[in-house]
């Protein structure tokens, strides 16, 4: 008997380390090299159930339908606090959106009225036109108020949620995670880079020119 519940309880403790392991792997990211743009996340399609917005660390969390974190991405929301905290849920989506101030949001996912999960903004309705230096802001607050990515982070998001996936808005700076990948930042010096995203795959895109 004693045996009996000795076996079961190293079951027990092995299944639970299975789940820990697993757990950390999920925003422990696999690394990919892409030409010229160094590492990126290996984006995988996974469904998501719900994403996060954490205005106090600036990050986007994105969870499975189980609640385990799938990706961790740096954003930059509301520059004056003016993301608006609570629980809402995606609805409209665009590829190419047309924004306040006359420029222009790639991925763009509608969450709360005039709040959008979305790419880095561009001047013109081209992607060697990005605003490069919100791009560097990337990680701190810089927004009117929407949640901006970077744009393989935007795609991502877009890509993989439906119209009604819950997004929690809070502003909670003991909930953080490692991110999937470094920020990477933009040579605002080099005229032919800065108007492209580093990490749109995009041929056309001088990080992905072959050397």
């Given at each position: 008997m004693t045996d009996k519940i000795i076996r079961c309880f190293l079951r027990t403790a092995v299944a639970s380390s299975l789940v820990v392991i697993m757990s950390l792997r999920s925003v422990s990211a696999a690394v990919v090299e892409v030409p010229g743009a160094g590492i990126l996340t290996s984006l995988i399609p996974s469904p998501v159930g719900s994403i996060t917005i954490n205005t106090a660390t600036e990050?986007?969390?994105?969870?499975?339908?189980?609640?385990?974190?799938?990706?961790?991405?740096?954003?930059?929301?509301?520059?004056?606090?003016?993301?608006?905290?609570?629980?809402?849920?995606?609805?409209n989506y665009y590829d190419w959106h047309l924004m306040n101030g006359n420029c222009y949001s790639r991925y763009a996912v509608r969450f709360n009225q005039h709040e959008l999960m979305h790419s880095v903004p561009y001047y013109r309705h081209s992607p060697d036109s990005l605003e490069y230096r919100q791009y560097n802001k990337l990680g701190t607050p810089a927004s009117m108020g929407c949640?901006?990515?970077?744009?393989?982070?935007?795609?991502?998001?877009?890509?993989?949620?439906?119209?009604?996936?819950?997004?929690?808005?809070?502003?909670?700076?003991?909930?953080?995670?490692?991110?999937?990948?470094?920020?990477?930042?933009?040579?605002?010096?080099?005229?032919?880079?800065?108007?492209?995203?580093?990490?749109?795959?995009?041929?056309?895109?001088?990080y992905n020119q072959t050397q």
């Open positions: 990050q986007v969390i994105a969870y499975d339908r189980l609640g385990t974190p799938l990706q961790v991405f740096a954003c930059s929301t509301g520059k004056y606090g003016n993301t608006v905290v609570g629980t809402f849920k995606t609805s949640c901006r990515l970077a744009l393989a982070d935007a795609k991502w998001i877009y890509e993989n949620t439906t119209p009604g996936t819950v997004v929690n808005v809070v502003k909670d700076p003991d909930l953080v995670y490692p991110l999937s990948r470094p920020i990477i930042k933009i040579d605002e010096t080099n005229a032919a880079t800065r108007g492209w995203d580093p990490t749109d795959t995009d041929p056309r895109s001088p």
